[in-house]
């Protein structure tokens, strides 16, 4: 066996290297422990991911479903009356309703358009617009006469 020496003038140590053939069982043991705790980590990373998609794709049916709707009451297609929630047509996982109110400036209604999941998720999605829309039974002339 080799004595270790000192070489004063650099501060170091040396020693005879053993060479080694394998690794440790600790070695074993703690980089399948690593690996093991990376596995939990990296599939939990994918459940937030997953739950994340889930919410924007449900936000932006939502947001599409309820800028439609707003759209079908601003062209004619679907009365300006108050509705609650009615199915939405092609998409069974929706409902919509409508509330439509006075406003305080002459000849506009108030209406507000409001899409919500039907199914009972655990946070189920809601979103709404609001916008004034000229009232159709609205004639200027009548407040010309007063």
Same mark, same amino acid.
């Given at each position: 066996?080799?004595?270790? &020496? &000192?070489?004063?003038?650099?501060?170091?140590?040396?020693? %005879?290297?053993?060479?080694?053939?394998?690794?440790?069982?600790? %070695?074993?043991?703690?980089?399948?422990?690593?690996?093991?705790?990376s596995m939990v980590a990296i599939v939990q990373l994918l459940n937030i991911g997953y739950r994340s998609a889930?919410?924007?794709?449900?936000?932006?049916?939502? #947001?599409?479903?309820?800028?439609?709707?707003?759209?079908?009451? #601003? #062209?004619?297609?679907?009365?300006? %009356?108050?509705?609650?929630?009615? #199915?939405? =047509?092609?998409?069974?996982?929706?409902?919509?309703?409508?509330?439509?109110?006075?406003?305080?400036?002459?000849?506009?209604?108030?209406? &507000?358009?409001?899409?919500?999941?039907?199914?009972?998720?655990?946070?189920?999605v809601s979103m709404s617009i609001v916008r004034f829309m000229p009232d159709p039974d609205y004639d200027p002339?009548?407040? =010309? =006469? %007063?």
């Amino acid at each position: 066996m080799k004595i270790p &020496t &000192t070489n004063f003038s650099k501060g170091l140590v040396t020693r %005879e290297k053993k060479h080694r053939q394998g690794l440790s069982l600790l %070695e074993v043991v703690l980089a399948i422990a690593i690996l093991g705790m990376s596995m939990v980590a990296i599939v939990q990373l994918l459940n937030i991911g997953y739950r994340s998609a889930m919410s924007s794709r449900a936000r932006t049916d939502a #947001a599409l479903l309820c800028d439609s709707k707003m759209a079908e009451l #601003a #062209a004619g297609v679907l009365s300006l %009356e108050s509705s609650n929630a009615s #199915a939405v =047509a092609g998409n069974p996982n929706w409902v919509y309703s409508v509330d439509v109110q006075p406003s305080s400036q002459l000849g506009l209604l108030v209406v &507000t358009v409001t899409v919500k999941q039907a199914t009972n998720s655990l946070a189920p999605v809601s979103m709404s617009i609001v916008r004034f829309m000229p009232d159709p039974d609205y004639d200027p002339t009548e407040d =010309a =006469a %007063e």
